[in-house]
């Protein structure tokens, strides 16, 4: 079995289709306001590391398209390498990789610590299905304070497709 390091060809169709593209900066819809994201879903721009503002300049699909796939390539894919264990399949590491790309791997505990999902430690031990749904369902679904019916729909079709 060859080992998974990066997403494929029909995930990036995928990404594309869900996040569809925008032209122009526009705010988190959870937030109202930052992050501000441009493309396909893109918060930071990963050639330069600035953040999307909404003074900048509009981009075409081609520069979406750029974006998307440098963050994947340069950040999302070598994160889900290095934190998950070697045997994942095509469809785990897309699944994976999309949470990491919408939510991120990381979050700040009440004491202000940085800590990583416990996602990646529930994958890595093979916990039962229904142990690691549970759990991946309720990761991230909030904006603004708020739940995102579409978050809701995002984590639920990312555990439907690494299952």
């Given amino acids: 079995m060859q080992k998974i390091t990066s997403v494929s060809e029909s995930f990036i169709a995928k990404i594309k289709k869900s996040e569809g593209f925008k032209s122009r900066p526009y705010p988190d819809p959870g937030t109202k306001g930052r992050p501000f994201t441009i493309g396909y879903g893109t918060t930071r721009y990963f050639d ?3 953040l999307v503002t909404m ?3 509009p981009i075409d699909e081609k520069e979406g398209d750029r974006l998307l796939r440098g963050w994947f390539s340069k950040y999302v894919s070598p994160l889900v390498d290095r934190l998950c264990r070697d045997d994942l399949t095509q469809d785990e590491f897309d699944a994976i990789a999309d949470f990491v790309y919408n939510a991120g791997a990381t979050y700040i505990d009440k004491k202000g610590n940085v800590k990583y999902f416990n996602l990646f430690e529930k994958v890595n031990n093979k916990v039962p ?13 909030t904006g603004g304070g708020h739940i995102l019916p579409g978050l809701i729909t995002r ?4 555990v439907e497709l690494y299952f």
Avoid: F, H
């Fill in 48 to 50: 330069t590391g600035k």
């Fill in 55 to 57: 003074v900048d300049k």
């Fill in 129 to 141: 299905k229904s142990e690691l749904q549970a759990y991946w369902e309720k990761l991230c679904i």
């Fill in 155 to 158: 984590r639920k079709e990312e």
